[in-house]
């Protein structure tokens, strides 16, 4: 079966380069063992890829089950292997490990596109650490296929991200034998949008601000109903303790799937650090009353596992910005927690009221930078005159004359220029606003000023594109401004989204 005839089925949204990474893999015809590695955080939809993949071509999928005994596990391994077989559960009597991986593998043989998925395989790694060892046996016996069918392919999976990473590293054992190593990430906001269904771009915008675009939150939060609006639907579901989607409830079983984040006190402490603006490890030590090397070890642990990010400034060598990488974990620190009592008394509304200032400074604003950064990688090329850019993120301009620093939202470079290169060309400077103004002709000399600047410190801005992004708009005579000129971008909401 050639990949091009695995058509994706019309039930999996979005993943087309995903699918077809995968399917090029399990239609490989060489008759050698073949693994790959697929890993992502919980509720970004690997399983739901990897059962479709196996239903379309009839593979093996099994699935560990978190808490399971190792015996109990070795037992249901062995049903599932000879169900597929055709036998009946019970017929297969295996006592370990190994003979469980190498029938599995002899089973799926037997079809034309054999596949074996393992999912969420740290859970079996916490009682059956042996596992990739074996797996390491049989790939290394099995690489001298001689017959003309294709071998097995294997898929590991699971959510504990340090975990999955951690197979291929080192002296691991599957270290250089995997042909994938595929890190499924969330849908962008534009793909989200149309998976949630959401017609209003700013229901959208702030349903993607507190959520992200993980698709396994939508069947267990329904989309916000045209009629009742953001508040509405956010009462009853992030702020509804009932829900199995509260934010409490959830940002304690994200941080619960990976087995190193032991000290849930000391790891909420520093989500809600960062979470209130302390962006390097000094600061978020401080507001800890910790020092610096306390937080060490915790951050690089919440790093690998996708719950923090740390951001270069683009032109400087100077540290790297820390920020949350999850809009859930940052909506509980920042307005389920402080909320709590009220919320869990039944009172989300009055909560959410109490909270909406916080919200719209604190977590929809940095989102719409966030927001106009993605935009700018992904969806501006087709409107700069330079085509693709180059690195994108965040900057500060010194400006001696005035004894400031200018914070530069979005900033990219040109194709081909390396991130804090001395004289780059820069692409593109932008200003990312989610204030209820509209933006002006202030706005724009502003960043014509930090374009100066920049040109004075020895950059390169003769193609530089000035982008303003605006939540609500932007006044007539900047609008008439960017029509008479090519080096201005104007970005609304309905922009930002591609709509219209």
Partial sequence: MSGSMLTKPEDVVDRDREWDLLTEFVTDPDPAMRLGIVSGRRRH?????????????????????????????IQRFSDAIAVHAGLRPGTLRLTDWREVLANALDVTVRSKTPLLVIDELPYLLQHSPEIPGLLQQLYDERQRGTGADPGPRVILCGSAMSVMHELLSGTKPLRGRAVVDLRLGAFDYRAARKFWQIDDPLTALQVHAVLGGAPGYRPVAA?????????????RTLLDPGRAVYSRTETEYLL???PRITHHTLYYDILTAIAQGATTPTRIGAALERQRNAVTHPLDVLESTGYIQREQDILRPRHPVITLADPVIRFNQLVTLPQAATVEQGFAEQAWQAAAPTFNSKILGPHFEDLARTFTRRYAHTLLPGGLPGPVGTTEVADPAARTKHEVDVIALALGERPQAPRARIALIGEAKATAARRGTGDLQRLEHIRGLLTDQGYDTTGTTLALFSLHGFYP???????????????????LYGIG
């Avoid at 939809?45 to 109990?72: F, M, N």
């Avoid at 989309?223 to 009462?235: E, K, V």
């Fill in 45 to 73: 939809g690997k399983s739901y890829l990897l059962q479709a993949l196996s239903q379309r071509i009839g593979g093996l999928y099994i699935t560990a089950v978190r808490e399971e005994g190792r015996l109990p596990a």
């Fill in 223 to 235: 989309r916000p109903h045209p009629n009742d609006g953001f508040a509405a639907w956010l009462s």
């Fill in 256 to 258: 619960r799937e990976d």
């Fill in 477 to 495: 005579d900047l609008v008439d401004a960017a029509a008479r000129r090519d080096d201005l971008l104007l970005v609304d909401l309905p922009g």
